[in-house]
Nanobody
Framework: QVQLVESGGGLVQAGGSLRLSCAASGRTFSSYAVGWFRQALGKEREFVAAINWRAGNTYYADSVKGRFTISRDNAKNTVYLQMNSLKPEDTAVYYC????????????????????WGQGTQVTVSS
């Protein structure tokens, strides 16, 4: 069983930055992909970014490409989402998710492909 805990959310002005963390316990991420998703009020959950832990390859939604960076820290078993140039439309609850992957380059982008989810952290960007 994998437990995921997000942190780092908060209130920031447009143009500002935040770094979200997703810490895992229960097992290491070595054979997993970890993704970030977000859900704004009244909207469906959407994919933000994901990383294949072993290979390190990443994938981003077009809406965040060039502004957000996903990375991992092996020693801390933690995945980060660095968010720069934040916009009011980035306001949402952000969730990290993890899933076992068979291929070292797999980077799932569909929420239904993930088995483990954190509780979410609120990000609010004011204009």
């Amino acid at each position: 069983q994998v437990q995921l805990v997000e942190s780092g959310g908060g209130l920031v002005q447009a143009g500002g930055s935040l770094r979200l963390s997703c810490a895992a316990s229960g097992r290491t991420f070595s054979s997993y992909a970890v993704g970030w998703f977000r859900q704004a009020l009244g909207k469906e959950r959407e994919f933000v970014a994901a990383i294949n832990w072993r290979a390190g390859n990443t994938y981003y939604a077009d809406s965040v490409k060039g502004r957000f960076t996903i990375s991992r820290d092996n020693a801390k078993n933690t995945v980060y989402l660095q968010m720069n140039s934040l916009k009011p439309e980035d306001t949402a609850v952000y969730y990290c998710a993890a899933t076992f992957v068979y291929y070292r380059t797999d980077v799932p982008i569909v929420g239904g492909d993930y088995n483990y989810w954190g509780q979410g952290t609120q990000v609010t960007v004011s204009s």
